[in-house]
C-alpha cells in the first residue's frame, strides 16, 4: 500500500504528486478543467501550503472557478485572459523566451503559455499580432526573435508563422495550434498539421491549445541556457 | 439517339466533347492518365486534325506515353517535367499569370500549370524556389508578383505560401497544393488545409497537384484582365 | 518598437492593419467571430473615421452585435441575412459577378458573398434556388452566367452544382461549399470535396460557408476584367 | 457437425454455399479476387455441374486467372472489360435497367454492374459519357431513363450524376462510387459522400467500385416490376 | 427570367417545386429542418392548397414547428415518434415495405421511413427489436422479411443487421445506418462503413438518419412490384 | 550499464527479452516483419537454445524467411497459411479455445491466433467459413462455442460476426477485424469500429489481423478456465 | 408472431429481453442513455420483479433519472460516479479483478466497470491515480496486479498504461480508453489507436468510455478463472 | 532580380540556400528524397567546396545514391543506418543529447536523428531497445537520461515512451514518431496523437520518422545548454 507515499498529498478525491518537482526541477501546477471550484482552492491551498516560498499555477479555470479562487485565496493572482491563477512568489527569471502569437484569437494561449513560463522560472517577451499576411510587422521584431533563448510561436487557421520564424532564426523553437478558425480547419488540425509539416528545420510542435505544455518546455530550454556568454 | 451529335467525335474507345471550346472558350484537353498512349496519340491526332489552327493539351502522361507521342506524332512539343505534351500552334499570349513555386518538388506541378495557362491563351511569368523559410528571396520578387494579371501559387508541406504571397499583393490568387511532404503531410492533405485556411482574404484553392486546374481557370481570369488600362 | 507604426491602429486590445488596403486595394473588414459588441462598434468606427469616404465591412456577428451595431452607429447598414453590416458609401460598381446558390438553405453565405463583392467595388446578379436536381431552373439562367465577369457558386449537401455551372460556361467561378446537410455531410465536408473533385476544369473552392473569401477574390477578378470589350 | 450438410458443396479450400440460389432467387458467384486461378476454375466448374441450366458468374478476376479460365473452360465467356466470366446459359430477361456512366473511365465498374444484372435475370440499356459537365448529353437520354425500371448511375470524381439524374426521373436509382480521381479524391470517398448527401431524394449508394452489389440490386428490383402494366 | 415558371410557386422566402410530382411521381415534401415553424405551415398551406387531394409531407420538425403546425393545420396528422406531419388523404397502399429495426433507440428513423413509405404510396410491415444480438427473434420474423416487396432495415452502433437480413432473403433491401452509439460509433459513421462492406450481397445504403431517402426509394420500388403474381 | 543484464540476451542487432516469459509465463516470440531471413534464424536459435524444452514463435514470415528457416532449422514446424514457424515442443493445452473465422479469405490470421494459442498452452477448436450472411452454419456449431473457455472471433468486411456470436453465448469472446475487403472498408478500418460498436455486450478487440495478439490474450484465459468444474 | 414469446417482456416501449441470462449466465442490465426517468424506473421494476433474488443493473442515468429512480425506488443503491444504479442483492463474488485508473478524471468509466464487475459476480479491486508519468504509483502495487484473475486499465490521453501494465504482469488484461483529453485527441481516439498498437501482447480494448463493456467482459473471465489451484 | 544573390547557389536544377548557415548557425543539408544520385553528389560537392571546414549532410538517400556517394566522394562518411552522409570535419561536441530508442525497429530514425546531432554541433548518447512493456531496462538507465542537456525520444506503435521518460526527468524533450507499426497504426498516426497528448508535461513532438527535425532543434537546445554550472 502506497496511501503514506510522503510523495503523494491524499485529499480524497484525489492523491497529489509533490514530488514531482524534486523529480523535474518544475512547480506543482492544477490542471482545473473538469474540476469543481472548491476542488480548485482545496489543492492549491494544500500545495501552498507544504512550499509557501515557491508558486503553484492553476490552468484551465472556468468563470465559477476563477471567481471563486479570487474570493477564497485573495492572495491569488488572477490572469484572466489566460484563465490561471498562481499562488505564491513567482521564481526570479533566468533566460528568456518570446511568445510570438500570430493574431489576437490567438490571445488566450499565448498568455497561457507566458504565464507558465513565468511560474517554471524563466523571463518572458510578448509579441502579438504578426502574423504571415502582414510581414513587415514581423519582420520590424527580428532582433527580439534572434536574442530569446527559445521561441514560443502561436498560431490558428493554417499555422504558417512558425514556418516563417524558424526560416529567420536559429532559435529553439516550439510551435503551438490553436483552435482558431473555421469550416476545414477542424478545430486546429489543419494548423497542427501545418506546424508538423513545417518547411523550416528544427520546429516542435505540441498539442492544440497547449499553452501550458509549450510553456514548460520552453522554460526549461531558456532556464538553461541563461547562463551562456 | 445522339449517336451522331456534332458536338461529340466517337473514337469508338470514347466519345470526345469537342464543343466544350465553343461553350467556354477553352480548347481541347485530353487527360492521359488511364489511357493506353496508342489512345493518346489517336485522341490527339483527332482532336488536331478538327482544329489544326489552334493547340491541343494532353496532360498526365505516363514515361511510355510520352516516348509513343514523340515518335508518332513528330510536330508534338514534349515537355517533359509537365509530362505534357502540345500539338498546334500556342495562341497569342493575352495578359500574364506568375506562376510561383516553392520548393524544387514542385517543379512538375508548376510546369503543369505553366504550359496550361499558356495553351489556354495567357502568358506566364515563372518564380522558383521562394519558399517561406527564405522571405529574403520571395521578397525580392515583390514587384513582379503585384504587376500581374492573376497568381498561381504551388506549394507542398505546410502549405504557407500563399498565406505570405496574399499578404504582399492584392492580385487575384489561385493556390496549388502539392503531395511533397511524408509523414503527417498526408500526401497533401496539409498543403491543402493550410490553403482553404489561409489568413491572407482571397485565396482560393485547387485539388492536390492540380496544375491544370490552376491553370485553366488563371488563364481564364488573366485573358479577361488584359486589356484593363 | 512599432507601436508608432502608422501602418496599423491601436485600439488597446487590437492594433489593426489600416495599410491593407494600401497594399491590395481592397477595404478594411472587421471579422466580427469572437469579439464583443463594443469591439465590433470601436473598429468600425475608429475604421471609418480614418477613411469616411469608403465602406467598412464587418461580418459573422452575433444576434447582440446586430442589434448593438444597430443602435451605436444609425449610419450604418444591417444585412441581417449575411449577418453583416457596412459603414460609409459602397463604390462603384465594375465588373459584375454572379452569386448562384443552390437552395435556401445556402442564403446567408450567398448574402455574406454578395455583400462583399459590392464592399470590393463590384456588381452583383443573385442567381437562387437553382439545385441540380432541378435543371429546369438552371438551364433557364445560362445567359446570365455566361455574361458575368465571375462566378460565385454556393452549394451545400454534395456539392454537385459548379460541376454543372461550369460545365455551361467558361466564366471564371469560385465554388464555395457550406455546412447544410447533415449525416455523413461532415458540416460542410462532403461538399467541400465534391467541388475540389469537380469534373469541370477550372473550378477553385474556398473553405466551408466563407462567402467572404469567395467575394473577395471574385470581386478583385471582376473589377479588372470590366473594361474588356 | 455440418460436414454433409447439403447446402455447402466443400471444395477443400473452400466450402461453397449452393442453397443461396434457393434462399435468394440469384444464381452462385465467383468473388474472384484473393483466388488462385486454378481455385477459380475449380470453383466455377463445380457450380456449374451441379446447375449446367443455369449461369454461374466469376467476378475480379486477375489477367492471369482471365487467361487461365479460357484455356480451361473454352464454354465459357469472358468480358476482359468487367473481368468477369459467365458459364452457363444466361436467363431470360425480365425487365430493364439502364446502367449510366459518367466517363470512360467508369467503364470497368459499369461493365461489372451490366454482367451482373443479365445473370440476375434482367436486361440492360448501358448509357456511357453523360458526366454533369456536358449536360445535352444527359438531356438526349432523357427517355430512356425514364422508361427502365430501375437505375444504375456510375460515377468518380465529385459523384455528381446521381443528383442530376434523380431530378430527371423517379425510377429507383442505385448510385456507384467509382475510385476515379486523384488528390483529395480519396480513392473515390469524395464521390461516396456527394452521393450519400444527393440532394435528389430516393438515391441509394453501394460500396466503391461495387458494380457486383449494385448489380445484384437493381437485378432484383427489375425482375419484380417486369410486369407493371 | 423563371419568376411566371408554372412550375414553381414563390412563397417570398422560397420557390417551392411543385412541378417535381410531375417529374417524378413522387408527393410534395417539406424538409422541416432550419425552418421557422410558420414558414413551415405557409409551405404545407400552398402546396395542400394546389393538390388537396393528395397528402403533402412535413418532416424533421422541431418540437416548436409540430406545436405550431397542430394549431394552425387541425386537419393535419401529427407522428410524434417520426417528428413529421401530413396533410391531405394518404393513397391506397400499392405494394408492402417490411420497415426493420433493430433496437428502440433507432424508432424515430423507422417511423419516419415508414411514413414516408405510405405517403409514397406503398404500405407498410413494422418489425421493430431484432438486433442481431438475439437472432431468436429475427428467425421468427423470416416470413414477413421474404413477402415483402421490399425491405428497409434501420440500425445504429455496428450496423450489422442488413447483413444478417440480406443473407435471409432475397427481397431488395436498404439499409440505413442511425446515429444511435457513442465512442468510436462516430455519430453513425461505424454503422454507415458496415452497411457499405455488407457482405451480403444486394444490400444498398442511404445518409445516415436519413428514413425519408430509405422511405422514398422502397415506396417506388415497393408500388412498382406490386402487380407481379 | 545493463549490458550484462541476464534478462536479455544480445545479439548484436537486437537484445532479445529473455525474460519476459518469468514476468509472463509465455513463451518468446519473434516478430518476423522487417527482420532479415538470418535474423530470424539467429533469434530462434538463441532463444531455443536457452530453453529447449519449451516452443518458441516466429510470426509474420516472409516468404524467404520461411524458405531459410526451412533450411536452416529442419527441426522447426513450418504454418504456410498463418506464415509463422515454431521451434520446440508444444505444451501440452490447458483449456480450449474456439477461432470462429466469417470467411476463407479470414484464414491467415486465424491460422496465426491458432498456433499462438497452441504455443501459449491452450487447446484449440477451429470452426471456419460461418458468416453472417449464411446464419445456418453458425447455428450448427452453437454447442462448440458454447463449451469453449475462450472464442476468438475473425471477421473482414462489416466485423458483424462478433456481435451475432456474443448474442449466441456469455464465453469470453475476443474480436479480430481483418483487412479483407475493398473500397470504404479501409484495410479493416470498417470492421475494427464494427467490432468496437458492438451491441452484444462482453465484446473485446485487437488491432486490425492482430491474430498473435488475440491468441496471446485468449491463451491466458483459457490456461486460467481450464481448472472449473 | 412472436409477442407472446417468453423470452421477451413487452413493456410497451419497448420489448425486453429477459433470456439473455440464460443464454449468457449475465444479468439483465438497462442502458440509461436516451431512456426518460419514468422508462428506466418502469424497465428496473420489471426486471427486478422476474428475478428479485439477482441484481439488475441500470448505467448511463442523467442527474434527472437518478434522482428519479431514487425516491421512486428507495431500495436501488445509488452510485453517483459510475451514474449507475443497481436493484436487488448482489452475487457473492467469484475471481478478483483489478480496476486500475492513471488518473482522476477516468474515475467515472472505472467506478461504472467496477459495479458492472460486482454485479456480474466477480470481486473488484480499485487501484487509482497510477499514470504512466509517475511510475512508482504503479511498482508499487505490482503484486495486486498479479494476483489479480484479470484486470480492466482505464486511461484517458495517450492512453499508456496497458502498455506499461502489461509489460509487468501476463493476467488477462482489457484496457478502456476514456474521453479525457483535449486537442488532438479527438473524444478519446488517441488513446483508443495507443491501446489497439500497444508493444505489449495480449492487450484487447474495448470502446472509448465502455467500462460496462469491459466489465462484462472481465467479470465473465475471472468467474471461470476463480477455481483455479 | 536575385539571380546573382550571394546568398544563394544555383546548380541549374536548383539553388540552394548557402546563407541559412549565417542565419541560424546551422550546417547545410541536402535532402535526398527525390533527388536523382548525381544531384546529390553535385550538391554535397558544391556546398563542401564553400565551406570545406566544416561538414555538410545528405539525409533519406536511396541505396543507389548512397552507392553513388561512396564512389564519387571516397572521404565521406556514410552512415547505412541511417542512410545518411557527411561530408567534411564534424564539429567540436557542446553538450549531449541522449537518443533514447523503444525498439530495434526504430534504429533508423534514431540513428538519422543522432548523425543530424553530431553536424548541428552537439555531443549523442544513445539509449535502445528501452521499450514501456520492459521497464527494468528504462529504469536502469535513468541517470543518462536526467544528465543529458537535452532528449530525443523516438519510439512507434502506441508511441507511449515520451510519456514514461517524462514523468522521470525534467530535462527537455523533443518525441519522434516512427512509421513502425501495422493495421491501425495508420504509418505512425497513433504514435504522433499518442505522443501530442502525452500526459507527461513539457513533452514537444516533430513528425512522422523526423529524426533530422528533432535533431537539428535538441543540437540547437544542448549547444546552448552545454555551458551552465
Sequence with gaps: ????????????????????AARTGDPEVVYGAGK??????AILSAL??????????ATRLSDESLDVVRRALPDATIDLVA?????????????????????TSDAPV?????????VHGAGVDRIDDVGVAGLHRLLAVRDRLATADCLVV?????????S??????????????TSVGYGASFGGIAALLGMLNSCAPGVTVVNIDNGYGAGVFA??????????P
Excluded: C, S, Y
Excluded at 110 to 115: G, T, Y
Design 1 to 20: 500500500m502506497d496511501q503514506d507515499d510522503p510523495r503523494t498529498a491524499d485529499l480524497g478525491f484525489a492523491r497529489v504528486d509533490v514530488d514531482r
Design 36 to 41: 469543481t471550484p472548491d476542488q480548485v482552492v
Design 48 to 57: 501552498h501550503e507544504k512550499h509557501p516560498e515557491r508558486a503553484v499555477l
Design 83 to 103: 484563465r490561471a491563477v498562481t499562488l505564491g512568489p513567482l521564481p526570479e527569471p533566468r533566460g528568456t523566451v518570446a511568445v510570438v502569437a500570430a493574431g
Design 110 to 118: 499565448a498568455a497561457e503559455a507566458a504565464l507558465t513560463i513565468r
Design 154 to 162: 502561436v498560431a490558428g487557421m493554417e499555422g504558417a508563422l512558425p
Design 164 to 177: 516563417v520564424v524558424g526560416g529567420l532564426t536559429g532559435v529553439p523553437l516550439v510551435a503551438v495550434p
Design 219 to 228: 522554460a526549461r530550454v531558456a532556464r538553461r541556457a541563461e547562463v551562456r
